[in-house]
């Protein structure tokens, strides 16, 4: 049985050989997530965990299921922007 490598499935995202996926065509999974834990959160927005976790907690985004804590990324996102600087 032949190796399927990664340029045999240009295809299946609909391009060219040769040519190059658009990030259109490659969809991180993290992208189509609404919950994330505390420590991807920090590492998306580039932050501490410590800075993440008391945002998201002021930012009312936070469920706790059982002994996990999941961040709403979408209500977390709309309480960031009201920390937006205008010129």
Do not use: W
């Not at 995202?13 to 919950?35: V, Y």
């Not at 834990?37 to 920090?42: L, N, S, V």
């Amino acid at each position: 049985m032949a190796r399927k490598y990664y340029h045999d499935n240009y295809s299946v995202l609909g391009i060219e050989k040769g040519e190059l996926p658009t990030s259109s065509q490659k969809k991180a999974p993290e992208d189509e997530k609404i919950f994330v834990r505390y420590d991807e959160g920090a590492k998306r927005y580039s932050m501490c965990r410590n800075s993440f976790m008391r945002l998201a907690a002021d930012a009312g985004a936070v469920y706790k299921i059982n002994k996990i804590s999941l961040v709403n990324i979408k209500i977390f996102e709309e309480y960031l922007e009201t920390f937006r600087v205008e010129n």
